[in-house]
């Protein structure tokens, strides 16, 4: 227990800070905090899929796609109050989850990343298929907005209920079949481990992070979920985000998740030629300096220092 008291004062911290910013914010910046917090679960639930089982996703975009358009819709329809619309997003994004895992059995390395990478480019553009329903190229409006200080409290509530499960998961048996899954195959069935069906099961559980925070993205985007903003650009941050919070690790996520939350925003101040296209130049050197400076994500920093304070 001894070795886990950095950890769990790291955790405290953090719960912490995050509870008194919202009282030394101004709202804007409230409103980018929560951003984190969104991909803060959307990151995590990647981490889960590429980290721990080794499957490659550029797709996790389309899961929080279902997970927005099935908060916006029901709130439009129905008037269904926004929590139980995470769930529901939860909920359906874990069996699509589990349905898209399916066929992934069959593939692995760049043709499973894509078949995901299909995935991500095909689900926004169900929304113009069936624009009766889903709003076509104008999107869907929820009848339910929320102020920057609630969608702080719900992202960052459903980041450490979120946080807590899967470290549930990944520390007992299911968490050591995915990393069996991940170091050997072979080894794994050897050891009595059913692939097909863990493998599954990790597609199903990251599906459903990526919903929540789908369901969380749209809130943020005052109830409107329209094609254009889940394309696949945001899958490329989500797996930029797990990449930067290193993969196979739960303790490097936060740092993703400002990473991909916080650098589009903060590199759009910085002055480049052609300021148009500026924000995306700052962001992909970004991207190169830190994989160069820190291969392993910030996880594997964590690690050395570790390694250096017991020396």
């Not at 169900?126 to 929820?142: A, D």
């Not at 499960?165 to 520390?171: E, H, K, M, S, T």
């Not at 190169?288 to 690690?303: K, Q």
């Amino acid at each position: 227990m001894r070795h886990r008291l950095p950890e769990l004062g790291s955790l405290l911290a953090v719960a912490v800070l995050l509870s008194v910013l919202p009282f030394t914010l101004s709202d804007y910046n409230i409103s980018l905090v929560a951003q984190v917090g969104i991909f803060f679960v959307a990151v995590l639930g990647l981490n889960i899929l590429t980290g721990y089982t080794g499957q490659i996703s550029i797709g996790h975009g389309a899961f929080m796609a279902i997970g927005g358009y099935t908060t916006a819709v029901m709130s439009r329809d129905h008037d269904t109050n926004l929590v139980v619309t995470m769930l529901m997003a939860f909920a359906i994004c874990f069996v699509v989850g589990l349905l898209v895992g399916l066929p992934a059995l069959r593939l692995s390395g760049v043709y499973l990343a894509l078949a995901t990478f299909a995935l991500a480019v095909s689900v926004p553009q169900l929304p113009l298929k069936w624009s009766k329903f889903l709003g076509g190229s104008g999107g869907v409006q929820s009848h339910r907005t929320v102020t920057h200080l609630w969608l702080y409290g719900a992202a960052w509530i459903a980041s450490a209920i979120l946080f807590a499960l899967a470290w549930l998961i990944l520390r007992g048996r299911i968490g050591r079949a995915f990393r069996a899954a991940r170091d050997s195959e072979i080894a794994a069935v050897a050891s009595g481990i059913e692939l097909p069906i863990y493998k599954t099961l990790a597609f199903g559980i990251s599906a459903a992070y990526a919903g929540v925070a789908g369901a969380l993205f749209v809130m943020g985007t005052n109830g409107f979920a329209q094609p254009s903003e889940f394309g696949v650009f945001l899958s490329l941050q989500l797996l930029v985000g797990a990449a930067v919070a290193g993969l196979g690790s739960l303790w490097g996520i936060l740092a993703g998740a400002a990473f991909v939350g916080l650098l589009p925003t903060v590199s759009g101040s910085v002055p480049v030629i052609g300021s148009a296209h500026g924000r995306n130049v700052v962001f992909g050197a970004a991207v190169i300096l830190v994989m160069l400076l820190l291969p392993e994500g910030f996880a594997g920093l964590l690690t050395r220092l570790r390694r250096l304070a017991r020396a």
